[in-house]
Structures are given as structure tokens and as C-alpha cells.
């Protein structure tokens, strides 16, 4: 699925900043990904719905909006996709289940709402393992979503739709969830930035969970600066969520520019168990290498805690 990018070396500040300048319009950004969309996924099956209709009528709001002079927020015009665990008004939500494929829900959950006051342009609801039970993303009552790298191969699960879409340029980000891995696996199968953010950082009120004292919901980018920008935009203490955190959101994209220079980073042995193959051993020591990353021993910290020391 390789091809020229419809995004080419931009991020979500950068593009937005071109639709408020006026060299884009938001419904020209839109119908952009749309027709991509059109033409790409009926051979990855990231979407379960495609709200072209929806999509259309926000980004014509928010190009009347900067029309007129008024403020816009974050992340104007872009292009966003919500994981099908997430509650949208009026936009059926269906966890990748045939018993909720006709469930509309009356209210949006806390981020999806704050996706709208940020003016994102949703795109539509993405495809996942039923109720965020796997971790391939073939156990879809809507088919198995395929990577866009090899169409051969798994996209990762359970968000394996948000990481395919951010892969494939379906998306310009999306939002997943994350139980134990759900987010960050399909990033690392389809070469994006997925990130579970801490407990209580950002609002589960509207997330149908998987595992209430686990789940959270998290960004999927194309990069860092993108995950970081979006993060600030979904975290926040909310009433509506007994578990949210009352902490203020610090600015997550103020140090993106001072590198990783002292960083120490542990890589436990345990991960690095039998039956791991060797290709993937050696793509993660790679990387290790490339990024001239110290690892050094922690000890003391667990009795029985052990890395790998290089």
C-alpha cells in the first residue's frame, strides 16, 4: 500500500496552521482523506462506519468559523478517527460486536467531545477486536483489519483500526484504548506513535471498558509532536469519571526539542523470553543501538527484577 503521501512531512500544528492561514480549507483537508478513504480501505478495513456526511458539515463549520474571525481550537480542520470503544453522539458505536451494530449513543464520551471543542474534524469510528478482547485485530464482527504495510500480515490489536488508519493516511490521527497493550502493539506493527497514557490522565466517561481498572484511551499519530499535541487536547481531570486525576495538563510538547541525551532505559530479561524470534530480538537491539541508548543494570529496585545490561 506504499505510495506517495497525501500528508507529505507535515504535523497536525503545521497543517492546521495552513487551514486558519487559508491555504487549505478544512473541507478540502476533509474530502481529501475522504477520497483516500474511497479508494484504500476496502483492502485494509480500518472503518467500520465512515461518517462522510458528519465529517463534511464539521469541516464546513470550522471553515465559517475562521471565515468570521472567531477562535479556533487545537486542532483545527484535522482529520481525526475514534476507536469504535468510544461513544459518539448520534454515530453508532458498536465495539466491533454484531449485538451493538445498530447502537447509537445520545451522548459523545469526555475526549470525543473534547476532539469537537479542539475542532478536529471526526472521520468516523474504527475498526477493533470485539470489545477490545485481542490483540490482532481478526476478531471483528466487521472482518479482520489487514497492515497496510503487508496486506498479508496482522495490523496488532485491539486498536489495530486507529493504528492502520494512521498508517495508511486514513487518518491524520486517531484515538485507540489500551488494556495491556492495545494501543501500543498495532503502533509498533504499523510504524506509528501509540502511546497509554497514565491511569486517571485522561477521561474514561464514554469508553465501554474492557477492564475498568485498566482501560485508558490514548493517542495514535504519525509522530511524536502529534502524539504529544493530541494528548493535551484529550487529558484533563473530568467530573463525569470518578477515576480522572484533578491534576493540572502540562504542556507535553515544551521538551520535544531537548533529545534523550542521559536517559537511562531498562529492558527487563523477562521480555526477552523463549519463543521470541530472533528477527524481532535483533529489530528491538537495533534499535537500541541506533538511538545510542544506554541500558545499565538496575539494581535494588526488585528483588527479582533483571535486565539485559549493554
Known sequence: ???????????AKQLSAKVQSGEYTAQQLTELVLSHIRATDKDINAYITVDEKGAQQQAEAIDQKIASGQPVGALAGIPIGVKDVLCTQGLRTTCASKILDNFIPPYDATIVANLRQADA?????????????????ENSHFGTVQNPHDLTRVAGGSSGGSAAAVASEEAFMALG???GGSIRQPASFCGTVGLKPTYGRVSRYGLIAYASSLDQAGPLTRNVEDAALLLSVIAGHDPSDSTSADVEVPNYTANLDQGVDGLTIGLPKEYFAEGLQDDVRQAVMN???????HVQRIIGFFANFKCWSG
Not at 534499535?287 to 541508548?293: A, S, T, Y
Open 1 to 11: 500500500m506504499a505510495g506517495e503521501s497525501i500528508f507529505p512531512a507535515q504535523t
Open 121 to 137: 474534524v471526526i472521520l468516523g469510528k474504527l475498526n477493533m477486536d470485539e470489545f477490545a478482547m485481542g490483540s490482532s485485530n
Open 177 to 179: 484504548s489500551d488494556t
Open 287 to 293: 534499535g537500541v543501538d541506533v538511538r545510542k541508548i
